[in-house]
C-alpha cells in the first residue's frame, strides 16, 4: 500500500490570493492525481501529474488557475491561484499503484479543506 | 462522459442490520469500480476493487457486486456497526488513463 500525506490539512484564505497543496508519497509512483470535493457534489479530477512531464488536465481546469508541480516520484504540488469563493473545496491528492496479481487501485491523502472568504 | 450516480444519498440504519447501497453508470465499457469510505478528515479508503471481469469481491463483511451489462454495483454490509458510518462512493475506472469517475456518494448512519 502507499501512505500519503497532505500539507495543510486545512486553510482559510482571502479572495485573489495563492494556496499551494503539497503532497508526499512514502514510495516511487509514477501517476499521481488531484482531484477537487465540492460541498455536496462528488470529487472530480483536476489533472494528472506524471514526473517529468507537464500536468494533463480535465475539461473545466486550466494550467493557470491550478498549477502543478511534480518535481520526482514521490512528491507533487497544487496551487490554487487567484481565488475565489467557488474555489473553497476539499483537494486530494491520490496515486495509482499497482498490487501483487496486477491490478491497481488508487491511493488517496487525507485532504487539504480550503475555505476562501 | 461517464455518469456515476449513487442511491440512497443518505441511509440511517439500526446497528445489526444488513444493508445494500446501490450504484450505477452509464457506460459499460469500465476497467473496474471501486468502493471507497470517506471519513471526515481522513481522505479516501478503498474498501472493494472490482475488475471489469469480475462479478463480484468480498472483503469481510463488505461484498460488492458488478454487472456491466446493466451498469450496476451493489455494496452489501452485514451486520452493519456503528463504526460503519461514513460516505461510501463508488469509483468506476475508465480505462487506460486511470481516470476514475465518482458517484455523490451514500451517507450511511448506523445508530446504536
Known amino acids: 500500500s502507499a501512505v500519503i500525506s497532505q500539507k495543510p490539512s486545512r486553510d482559510i484564505c482571502q479572495r485573489g490570493t495563492s494556496l499551494t497543496i503539497q503532497c508526499q508519497v512514502d514510495?516511487?509512483?509514477?501517476?499521481m492525481f488531484w482531484y477537487r470535493q465540492q460541498p455536496g457534489q462528488s470529487l472530480t479530477l483536476i489533472a494528472t501529474?506524471?514526473?517529468?512531464?507537464?500536468?494533463?488536465?480535465e475539461s473545466g481546469f486550466v494550467i493557470d488557475k491550478f498549477p502543478i508541480s511534480r518535481p520526482n516520484l514521490t512528491f507533487s504540488t497544487l496551487t490554487v491561484s487567484n481565488m475565489s469563493p467557488e474555489d473553497s473545496s476539499i483537494y486530494l491528492c491520490s496515486v495509482d499503484f499497482w498490487l501483487a496479481g496486477g491490478s491497481d487501485t488508487q491511493y488517496f491523502g487525507p485532504g487539504t479543506r480550503l475555505t476562501v472568504l | 462522459k461517464q455518469e456515476v450516480t449513487q442511491i440512497p444519498a443518505a441511509l440511517s440504519v439500526p446497528e445489526g442490520e444488513n444493508l445494500v447501497l446501490n450504484c450505477s453508470f452509464t457506460?459499460?465499457?469500465?476497467?473496474?469500480l471501486q468502493w471507497f469510505r470517506q471519513d471526515p478528515g481522513k481522505g479516501l479508503t478503498s474498501l472493494l476493487l472490482i475488475q471489469s471481469s469480475q462479478r463480484e469481491q468480498t472483503s469481510g463483511r463488505l461484498n460488492a457486486s458488478l454487472d456491466k451489462s446493466s451498469g450496476r454495483s451493489t455494496l452489501y454490509i452485514a451486520a452493519s456497526q456503528p463504526g460503519d458510518s461514513a460516505t461510501y462512493l463508488c469509483?468506476?475506472?475508465?480505462?487506460?488513463?486511470?481516470?476514475?469517475?465518482f458517484g455523490k456518494g451514500t451517507l450511511l448512519t448506523v445508530n446504536p
Open positions: 469509483a468506476v475506472g475508465g480505462g487506460s488513463n486511470y481516470k476514475l469517475t
Open positions: 501529474a506524471n514526473q517529468g512531464s507537464e500536468a494533463t488536465y
Open positions: 514510495s516511487q509512483v509514477t501517476m
Open positions: 457506460d459499460s465499457a469500465i476497467y473496474n
